[in-house]
């Protein structure tokens, strides 16, 4: 008897594992994620990885450099090269490897007669759900919107509207400052084939593949669309606290500390478990600011 409930548990948990790991999100999609947000923070390391994860989650060479492409118009064409550039060498990796790399289908050829201004214009509709959004302030900014990036890229067809929303998503939460842009984008997502699902989703993705901060912008910017509260805060950045050296009044503390001159104002780091020893500062006026 004894036997068989152990057993029985252990299938109940391989039941429970299995459930967990199964998402909306389909590998690939997860992957455009990761790839997305790693070229909008610019890291190349990261996002050379995450391509060979990519290719081997089953996106071909022609969804991925459509999706680095389309990115150039929300991260700029820096951004967007210097990710071409990474996804060629993976790419000359995974040959001199002999892994095999899809080429996939490229786009098909627009006809003669398309007109970019009135195909952007509906897709843009179609993203904000309702009237087109007039920028009558930058009329040139209006018509590239419409024009250039709804009109002439999202019509090529070897990424779904859908897989392209994920993209941008993905893209704007790594750009701190873009919170607006992030919520307008996951609110047109779900007018573009993005599930509500999928949409709670990404913010997984991110925090697993790239980085707590651009995962809390994104479960924020969901929350927000979707009216729920989000739990989590933003991590304080703590570049602007340099470690500095090791602490010349270290016979004031208990364990390790740092000491760094930072004009006038001092920062103190330190180590776990150390300890403020008491002590006295004569004839001085002391503001501790603790982070």
């Known amino acids: 008897m004894k036997t068989i409930l152990i057993a029985s548990a252990m299938i109940l948990v391989g039941i429970q594992v299995k459930a967990q790991n199964v998402m909306n999100l389909t590998e690939k999609q997860q992957a455009l994620v990761s790839i997305a947000a790693n070229e909008a923070k610019g890291d190349i390391k990261a996002l050379k990885k995450e391509v060979h994860k990519g290719f081997e989650a089953g996106l071909s ?85 419409k024009a250039h990036l709804f009109g002439d890229i999202f019509a090529r067809n070897n990424l779904s509207f859908a897989d392209r929303e994920i993209v941008t998503i993905s893209a704007i939460a790594a750009l701190p400052g873009c919170e607006p842009q992030l919520k307008a984008h996951v609110s047109g997502a779900r007018n573009m084939g993005v599930t509500d699902a999928q949409l709670h989703e990404i913010p997984a993705v991110l925090r697993r593949e790239v980085g707590e901060a651009e995962a809390v912008r994104c479960e924020q910017a969901v929350a927000d669309v979707f009216g729920e509260t989000c739990q989590t805060a933003e991590p304080v950045d703590f570049s602007i606290w340099p470690k500095g050296v090791k602490n010349p009044y270290g016979q004031y503390f208990t364990g390790q500390s740092y000491l760094a001159e930072m004009g006038a104002v001092t920062n103190v780091t330190f180590e776990p478990r150390c300890r403020n020893n008491w002590h006295v500062h004569h004839g001085a006026v002391q503001m501790l600011i603790c982070v």
């Open 61 to 145: 060479i022609s969804e991925v450099k459509e999706a680095l492409s389309q990115l150039y118009a929300y991260t700029g064409f820096p951004r967007s090269l210097n990710a071409l550039g990474a996804l060629q060498q993976v790419i000359g990796e995974r040959t001199e490897a002999g892994l095999k790399t899809e080429a996939g289908r490229e786009a098909d050829p627009l006809p003669a007669s398309y007109n970019a201004l009135k195909q952007g214009t509906e897709v843009q509709t179609r993203l904000v759900g309702g009237q087109p959004f007039n920028y009558a302030f930058a009329s040139q900014t209006d018509y590239y919107l």
